[in-house]
């Protein structure tokens, strides 16, 4: 069973304090890459939230997004009352010195003045941590059921393009035939025309044996549909992965670029193209294959 690197997991938790949403959003990259975008006070845990992503995902660029909604008013800044009263004292002076009669709007003008409002440094608790680590185990779970459903769709194309490679293979032996037919005509025509001339006959038995091994693409055919079938294998294993199946693929594709050199023959020759074509769809979906 084969896992897409692309997938969507999402968990979310509520406290009497606050709301808690995990998102965990992963696209196709050959190695694990993680952005995160988390409240500042988790920053302390972000190693661990990484190590735990990585472990979860294997492969895939992966963005992590936190949020947490307060529900009470927790994060409420508070008055800095010594603040104020330094302040009010310290203008009541001024006030005083310029005779400022009117001392209404000092209070106004203090509560814009620095250090007036305080928030108290917030830090993860246990308790919280706890519900977090859960969130991201359930977000890591949901997002690895999207990729097996979407690895599904992508087995059941790879599955259609080497059946269609099978296939292509097959009509090439009536086309095989005919070529060979063509290719002993070729021989005998030129052996006629050498009749009269004085030629080593052994040289030329060995040129002829040499010809037409060279344009036998026999052990190609059987060597290319060993590799489908190692490919059918392999994605039918619990190990199934991206790097095995793109390795296999790449196997095929050469024995498909002797086919199509070995051809000597047009509509062979288009055939081996169509194949290609095939091998060139099973490695775009592969790029997505964990």
């Known amino acids: 069973m084969i896992r897409s690197m692309t997938g969507y997991g999402s968990a979310c938790a509520e406290t009497p304090e606050k709301k808690i949403t995990v998102e965990l959003r992963s696209l196709n990259s050959k190695q694990i890459d993680i ?10 845990k972000e190693i661990e939230i990484r190590s735990k992503i990585s472990q979860g995902l294997t492969r895939g660029k992966a963005d992590l997004f936190i949020t947490v909604d307060s529900i009470d008013d927790e994060n409420i800044p508070t008055l800095n009352k010594a603040a104020i009263k330094s302040y009010y004292r310290q203008l009541i002076d001024v006030a005083g010195e310029l005779y400022i009669e009117n001392r209404k709007e000092l209070l106004s003008i203090i509560m814009r003045l620095p250090e007036t409002l305080k928030t108290e440094k917030k830090t993860i608790s246990e308790e919280e941590w706890e519900i977090l680590n859960g969130l991201l185990d359930d977000s890591i779970t949901d997002l690895d059921s ?14 259609e393009r080497i059946r269609n490679i ?14 060979i037919s063509r290719i002993k005509e070729k021989i005998s025509t030129s052996l006629k ?21 060279k344009l036998d693409i026999n052990e190609e055919k059987v060597r290319l549909k060993k590799h489908c079938d190692y490919f059918i294998e392999t994605l039918e294993t619990e190990d199934a992965n ?24 047009a509509t062979i020759q288009r055939i081996v193209v169509m194949m290609k ?5 099973v490695k775009e979906q592969l790029l997505n294959v964990l």
């Open 193 to 213: 025309q050498l009749e009269n001339e004085n030629a080593d006959e052994n040289r030329l038995e060995q040129e002829i044996l040499y010809y037409i091994e």
């Open 242 to 265: 991206g790097k095995k199946l793109t390795f296999i693929s790449q196997e095929m594709g050469r024995e498909i670029n002797t086919l199509g050199s070995k051809a000597n023959d």
């Open 277 to 281: 074509d095939e091998l060139e769809k």
């Open 166 to 179: 099978e296939t292509l293979i097959n009509e090439i032996i009536p086309f095989e035939k005919e070529r």
């Open 146 to 159: 999207y990729r097996l459903e979407e690895g599904k769709s992508i087995e059941t194309d790879l599955r």
């Open 35 to 44: 952005n995160t975008k988390i409240p500042w006070y988790y920053k302390e």
